[in-house]
Nanobody
Framework: QVQLVESGGGLVQPGGSLRLSCVAS????????MNWYRQAPGKERELVAV???????GYTESAKGRFTISRDNAKNTVYLEMNSLKPDDTAVYYC?????????WGQGTQVTVSS
């Protein structure tokens, strides 16, 4: 059974940091592109960062310079380190795993940036 379980969300002040984790099971983690998405209230889900199978990474403009995605294939885990957080970063953050036509999603973890 495929599972993606996110953790690490919470309430943080503007300028603060959080580290999200996503633990995967039920598939060969190292064969999958791992992504972090987010969805703010009233907005569409948007891609934040990508970790490719060869461990190269990609970021959207909103994440560049502030967020870092990394993966540990031995632990079947992908991380999202978020620094200099802004209120606009408030959203539910989801990890997903993608390979060819297969895509899996986690249940999401809430990140709230507020003073």
């Amino acid at each position: 059974q495929v599972q993606l379980v996110e953790s690490g969300g919470g309430l943080v002040q503007p300028g603060g940091s959080l580290r999200l984790s996503c633990v995967a099971s039920g598939f060969t983690f190292s064969d999958y592109v791992m992504n972090w998405y987010r969805q703010a209230p009233g907005k569409e889900r948007e891609l934040v960062a990508v970790s490719y199978v060869d461990t190269t990474t990609g970021y959207t403009e909103s994440a560049k310079g502030r967020f870092t995605i990394s993966r540990d294939n031995a632990k079947n885990t992908v991380y999202l380190e978020m620094n200099s957080l802004k209120p606009d970063d408030t959203a539910v953050y989801y990890c997903s795993a993608r390979r060819r036509i297969s895509i899996y999603w986690g249940q999401g973890t809430q990140v709230t940036v507020s003073s």
